[in-house]
């Protein structure tokens, strides 16, 4: 099971940390991270991370975006730094079915999600 939190109002060019606590199963076993979608637009890759600290990113976040991982307490965390009107969107955690490529990026080699925690952001 996957508790996302942290979502919120800040104005553009703020910054807001996401978090995803992780229960029910060892983060060694697989990888996470984090998908969103804006409203009227498909969801999309945002970032993961595996059990050794090794990350990916999707262009559009890189550089702004910082994911993390704090393993004895089997959460992950999104730091979100310069954001932009563009990254406003529900955030969703995600858990692999297993181990595998960090920029193996489809939907579907996702296999738990979280409820979604929503952002706002104001120009």
């Known amino acids: 099971q996957l508790q996302a939190s942290g979502g919120g109002l800040v104005q553009a060019g703020g910054s807001l940390r996401l978090s995803c606590a992780a229960s029910g199963r060892t983060f060694s076993s697989y990888v996470m991270g984090w998908f969103r979608q804006a409203p009227g637009k498909e969801r999309e890759f945002v970032a993961t991370i595996n059990w050794s600290g090794s990350t990916f990113y999707a262009d559009s976040v890189k550089g702004r975006f910082t994911i993390s991982s704090d393993n004895a307490k089997n959460t992950v965390y999104l730091q979100m730094n310069s954001l932009k009107s563009e990254d406003a969107a529900v955030y969703y955690c995600?858990?692999?079915?297993?181990?595998?490529?960090?920029?193996?990026?489809?939907?579907?080699?996702?296999?738990?999600w979280g409820q979604g925690t929503k952002v706002t952001v104001s120009s």
């Open positions: 995600v858990a692999s079915r297993g181990r595998g490529p960090l920029n193996w990026i489809d939907e579907w080699r996702f296999g738990s």
